[in-house]
């Protein structure tokens, strides 16, 4: 085997580039990834020795970011991403000189103690980048030189192969997550959905733009799994489902494009208050917006969504008779509007805490509620219920028919939430099942309360790792003296908060700034940028 990873590495050689695992995953153009997706499927295989023989999902997928680009992230056994102590050996094997890479593999081996002799077992797909299949070689190259069984699910949406990550190392077990096929995610979400919104009516379509990614497929065929409209279900109409072209991906549509431009895509033909959402190139990320005959563009965001699922499912255990034993929480990041923390916080009366971008450090902290709601502000995020809640769900024995009621919704949410990871198709059948409960329509939604306007700004820096944060990536601490300069803009503007954070996905630095106006908005978050821009040239 040896021999084998030698030799395998010497077909995949590495750029003269350093590499970082990012927010989510190695993510960058596409023509310098060979290398590292090969090294990587090399820490798919030790990651799975390590684990007894359990199955590690890997997902080739650039997501949000332009078609050109592609990435690789790796799937824990319960379809929570990479455990973080991990990310550090793949970035060592990543950055090994070729010919370093067999022995730090057998250093990392020896180090973590795996014993070589342990089944590696691993799972993966791809989005539908025309990069994808040249990179899926490489990581089979690596998979066989490491000795791995391995099972190709081809083209999948990232949350599918969380999924699927998960009901493998489940299955046939009390803990079994569902049929290990795409079928089986089908199957469930349609049945979930279904009981869900038994005796709720939904009214008018919803028309999903599927950013030309893969989510325009698996909606398609996720759709044959979901009641009709015609029958009390759902209709469905979608768009931007173009996987032939692959330059169209992310292009002028998709959910990224919604958040930061603040509008619905130029091709939308939606009518005004017609319900509209967003997926994002790997259908891991969910926004909706209407047109408002009054006010205009409307974006019901991450935030928005969160919202809403907190007080309906806060509601649901209430009336269930639950909410004493169930801790229910929100977890944001510094994205969050002020506005959306503030209505959890006082209008829902649910805690929130605050943690840096990444699904990763969410989702962690969402743990730690018996129901913990995650999603960022950009539309990623899901609900993740403890066991102490499930239980709570199938053993309460109902007083009441509105009881029972209750707890047979709580129940089908379990079902219909995806709680491996932030699920766009999913996520639009729970927002779509909490709207037909309330009888809302968008225009409800939007009045819960109302957003601070916000920018959010990428700035282009020579060097984006000059730029360190503290807080939950409120503060900079480095260049010093920036965040003091910050800190006095803030302070002329009313309701004013802006922070600058490094892309963990981009090379770019990110500026988000809110304020009591549109124009205030606009203002601090283009005088901050300027301040980050001039930082960023003056040290480099
Ligand atoms: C990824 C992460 C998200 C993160 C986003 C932007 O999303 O999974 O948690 O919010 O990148 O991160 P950054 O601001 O560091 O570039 P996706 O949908 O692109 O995989």
């Not at 078609?67 to 550090?88: I, T």
């Not at 499930?390 to 995806?418: C, G, H, V, W, Y």
Request: glycine share 8%; hydrophobic share 40%.
């Amino acid at each position: 085997m040896a021999d084998a990873i030698l030799a395998a590495a010497a077909k995949h050689p590495k750029p003269d580039l350093t590499f970082q695992y990012g927010t989510a995953g190695f993510r960058m153009k596409a023509n310098l990834l060979d290398s590292v997706v090969f090294r990587v499927g090399l820490v798919a295989a030790l990651r799975s020795r390590k684990l007894g023989g359990l199955t590690i999902g890997v997902m080739i997928t650039a997501s949000h970011n332009p078609p050109e680009d592609n990435g690789v992230k790796l799937v824990d056994p319960m379809g929570e991403m990479l455990e973080n102590s991990w990310e550090a050996y793949a970035t060592t094997l990543a950055n090994a000189p070729d010919a370093e890479v067999e022995n730090v593999y057998h250093k990392l081996e020896k180090d973590l103690k795996i014993n070589p002799e342990t089944p590696a077992r691993v799972i993966y797909a791809r989005d539908t980048r025309t990069s994808g299949p040249k990179l899926v070689a490489a990581l089979v190259d690596a998979l066989k030189a490491a000795g791995a069984e391995y099972t190709d699910y081809r083209l999948l949406t990232t949350p599918q192969l969380h999924y699927l990550t998960r009901c493998t190392n489940t299955e046939g077990t009390p803990q079994s997550y569902g049929d290990v096929s795409e079928k089986g995610y089908y199957e469930k979400l349609g049945t979930a959905f279904a009981r869900a919104i038994k005796g709720k009516k939904i009214v008018g379509p919803v028309t999903v733009d599927c950013a030309n990614g893969v989510g325009g497929p698996k909606l398609a065929e996720l759709v044959k799994y979901l009641p009709k409209g015609s029958e009390g279900g759902i209709d469905i109409k979608i768009v931007n489902d173009d996987v032939l072209r692959p330059e169209t991906l992310n292009h002028e549509c998709g959910a990224d494009f919604v958040k930061t431009k603040q509008r619905a895509p130029p091709s939308s033909k939606a009518a005004p208050n017609d319900r509209c959402c967003s997926l994002d190139g790997d259908a891991d990320r969910l926004i909706y917006y209407f047109n408002d005959p009054e006010h205009g563009f409307r974006l019901l965001d991450g935030d928005r969504i969160a919202t809403l699922a907190a007080s309906f499912i806060g509601d649901l255990a209430r009336e269930a008779g639950l909410a004493e034993e169930l801790k229910i929480g929100v977890v944001q990041t510094a994205y969050a509007n002020g506005a959306s923390t503030k209505y959890v916080e006082k209008t829902l009366g649910l805690p929130v805490v605050c943690t840096p971008t990444g699904v990763k450090w969410l989702h962690h902290a969402a743990t730690k509620f018996d129901v913990g709601v995650y999603f960022e502000a950009n539309g990623h995020g899901t609900v993740v219920f403890s066991q102490q809640a499930l239980k709570a769900f199938k053993i309460k024995e109902p007083e009441s028919p509105a009881q029972a009621s209750a707890l047979e919704t709580l129940r089908a949410l379990t079902d219909l939430i995806n709680q491996t990871v932030g699920d766009a198709l999913s996520d639009m059948l729970l927002v779509e099942t909490i709207l037909a409960h309330k009888a809302w329509t968008p225009r409800e939604w939007d009045l819960t309360y109302t957003d601070l306007p916000n920018r959010l700004v990428r700035v282009e820096v020579a060097d984006r790792n000059m730029f360190k944060t503290t807080d939950a990536e409120r503060k900079l601490v480095e260049p010093s003296g920036l965040q003091e300069q910050i800190d006095a803009l803030v302070k002329k503007f009313k309701d004013g908060r802006s922070f600058a954070r490094a892309s963990g996905t981009e090379d770019a630095l990110r500026v988000y700034a809110e304020a009591a106006t549109r124009s205030e908005a606009d203002d601090l978050a283009s005088k901050v940028a300027a301040l980050c821009k001039l930082e960023g040239s003056i040290k480099s």
